[in-house]
Nanobody, 120 residues
Framework: QVQLVEDGGQSVQAGGSLRLSCAAS????????MGWFRQAPGKEREFVAG????????YYADSVKGRFTISRDNAKNTVYLQMNSLKPEDTAVYYC?????????????WGQGTQVTVSS
């Protein structure tokens, strides 16, 4: 079992930056691939960024490529999402997720989410 708790969401103006963090419980964090997703009002949840268990591979949705950076610190059981050049369309609840099998599309564990609001 892995429990995930997101933090760092807040209101910010367009062009600003935020760093989200996701703290994981358990001593097996380093075994999990991690991802960030988001869900805007009235829309389906969408993938934002992912990172392999050792941090060596990262991948991003086209909509955030070049603006967002995912990273992890396995010593701190934490994954981060640095978000720069924020746009109003980035407004959403952001969720982190964990999966044990990196080749699977679906994730096994989810956090409760943190709200990011970007005003123009």
């Amino acid at each position: 079992q892995v429990q995930l708790v997101e933090d760092g969401g807040q209101s910010v103006q367009a062009g600003g930056s935020l760093r989200l963090s996701c703290a994981a419980s358990g001593r097996t964090f380093r075994s999990y691939a991690m991802g960030w997703f988001r869900q805007a009002p009235g829309k389906e949840r969408e993938f934002v960024a992912g990172i392999s268990s050792n941090g060596g591979t990262t991948y991003y949705a086209d909509s955030v490529k070049g603006r967002f950076t995912i990273s992890r610190d396995n010593a701190k059981n934490t994954v981060y999402l640095q978000m720069n050049s924020l746009k109003p369309e980035d407004t959403a609840v952001y969720y982190c997720a964990a999966k044990l099998q990196p080749t699977r599309a679906s994730y096994d564990y989810w956090g409760q989410g943190t709200q990011v609001t970007v005003s123009s």
